[in-house]
């Protein structure tokens, strides 16, 4: 073989391996078990306290074009969503794009009744950042899971959240 040949394959290569590598999925892709973006009325499905009306055209980066809004007021958690299907016991950890309006707010990931366990994001700025829980949850498996969605409580105060996935780690 000569060597423009080899030249020819060796940079077919090197681009094969290049492109297969930027490409490809990564592991928290390959382990979401609950992903929304907000955009219809079926991203209300099994939420307590979210409504369509509550999908504003102002997304987050790269995901779709709407995101939910939330307000709260006395009643907490402002939104909730309850597993009903047996998730493998395990770490989990919630990721998301949020920012906050009026005195913020927090999205937390827990077992069963426990308020004190579970990943936590709290959003602190007023533009688009991409949060994930820095604890993973640790899910025992003796009762369900759920999403719960704080804003407000005594003050009033919103959030705007997109793209919110919950990923199983382990």
Known sequence: MNISVRIILLNLFICFI??????????????????NSFETGRDTIGWQGLYSFMFI??????SG???LFIGGGCVQPAASFEF??????GKYKITCWAKIGINGGSISFTEGSQTDWGSTVSPRDSVWRYYESKVPSNFSGSSNLKIE?????????NIYIDNLKVIRLE
């Open 18 to 35: 290049f492109y297969s590598c930027n490409n490809s999925v990564s592991s928290d892709e390959l382990n979401v078990v609950y992903s």
């Open 57 to 62: 055209n102002d997304p987050a980066p790269r």
């Open 65 to 67: 074009n709407k995101s």
């Open 84 to 89: 009903l299907r047996n998730l493998p016991r």
């Open 149 to 157: 969605i704080f804003a407000g409580g005594i003050i009033p105060a």
